[in-house]
């Protein structure tokens, strides 16, 4: 070999490695959302208006979020989240309407006067 020679090319180390396959599933907003809604309306049964509200957001985003999973081909994930936030809300409508026939028929005072 002499100086006026080209250097040999490189070695070749294997085939190249193949490209990975697409993203991976981003957990959906919505079921997040219905599930915290969800949770959060739980202890605001005392405060039954806002338990209320916070119960329908839950159901509602629950929903759409299971729609948006089952329409996304495998994009989404998140579909139990979804659900355990329907579940949560529903739970807490049920607790609502215990607690306000309670009321009504006088088993819960709320007089909130001492004696």
């Known amino acids: 070999m002499s100086y006026s020679d080209p250097p040999p090319p490189p070695p070749q180390y294997g085939a190249p490695v193949p490209p990975q396959g697409g993203m991976p599933p981003k957990t959906s907003g919505k079921a997040i959302t219905s599930l915290v809604t969800g949770i959060v309306s739980l202890p605001a049964v005392c405060c039954w208006p806002l338990s209320a509200v916070l119960a329908i957001l839950g159901i509602v985003f629950g929903i759409l ?6 329409a996304s081909a495998g994009q989404q994930k998140g579909a139990g989240l979804a659900l355990a936030g329907i579940i949560t809300s529903v739970v807490s409508i049920v607790l609502i309407v215990i607690v306000l026939v309670l009321y009504a028929t006088g088993a819960i005072d709320s007089s909130f006067e001492t004696s």
């Open 65 to 70: 979020a299971r729609k948006d999973i089952a």
